[in-house]
T-cell receptor
Framework: GENVEQHPSTLSVQEGDSAVIKCTYS??????FPWYKQELGKRPQLIID?????GEKKDQRIAVTLNKTAKHFSLHITETQPEDSAVYFC???????????FGTGTQLKVEL | GAGVSQSPSNKVTEKGKDVELRCDPI?????LYWYRQSLGQGLEFLIY????????KSGLPSDRFSAERTGGSVSTLTIQRTQQEDSAVYLC????????????FGPGTRLTVL
């Protein structure tokens, strides 16, 4: 089955700096790559996603890049703010069923 | 419209008892998923329903776990003879269907097995 690795497990940045979280996956047939943000005690919420026919996608301060050859994708957050502090999960879907395999999460802390 | 809802929000049970967890997906969403999130961990896929197709049960950890979806809407996840290692947050998600990938999550049910 699919295997997703996520790094780093914790990330601390100063407000205004950029944050980058990376994930690798094992199944070359994977075709959908979402990123979820989960605040403490809350449900995961989709912040950005990318499909396998696209190399990069941007939405304001958030961007995702995908390298299908190397089987890795990354989340980039620019101009970080304290409200960006949360756990971020990458996920991968393979085939038409869309069941997601999640990474183990990155605890992002944005310090003032 | 309303998002995905789950009940109960919290459930405390004794080892060996059966529990039922309920999920109400977004109206009109044909796909429904159950995931489990243990403390400080990522989400683990359990089971997936798509329309009238046979469910994908490949993530269920043991035969004590089962789920059904009646009328293509509400789903119930049942755990029989609960064990302490079943303690986790059980999250339900729904999506519009096989051509729409985005999954919307419910608030989860926190299950504690004493």
């Amino acid at each position: 089955g699919e295997n997703v690795e996520q790094h780093p497990s914790t990330l601390s940045v100063q407000e205004g700096d950029s944050a980058v979280i990376k994930c690798t996956y094992s199944d070359s047939a994977s075709n959908y790559f979402p990123w979820y943000k989960q605040e403490l005690g809350k449900r995961p919420q989709l912040i950005i996603d990318i499909r396998s026919n696209v190399g990069e996608k941007k939405d304001q301060r958030i961007a995702v890049t995908l390298n299908k050859t190397a089987k890795h994708f990354s989340l980039h957050i620019t101009e970080t703010q304290p409200e960006d502090s949360a756990v971020y999960f990458c996920a991968v879907a393979t085939g038409g069923g869309n069941k997601l395999t999640f990474g183990t999460g990155t605890q992002l802390k944005v310090e003032l | 419209g309303a998002g995905v809802s789950q009940s109960p929000s919290n459930k405390v049970t004794e080892k060996g008892k059966d529990v039922e967890l309920r999920c109400d997906p977004i109206s009109g969403h044909t796909a429904l998923y159950w995931y489990r999130q243990s403390l400080g961990q990522g989400l683990e896929f359990l089971i997936y329903f798509q329309g009238n197709s046979a469910p994908d049960k490949s993530g269920l950890p043991s035969d004590r776990f089962s789920a059904e979806r009646t009328g293509g809407s509400v789903s119930t996840l049942t755990i029989q003879r609960t064990q302490q290692e079943d303690s986790a947050v059980y999250l339900c998600a729904s999506s519009a269907g096989s051509h729409s990938n985005e999954q919307f999550f419910g608030p989860g049910t926190r299950l504690t097995v004493l």
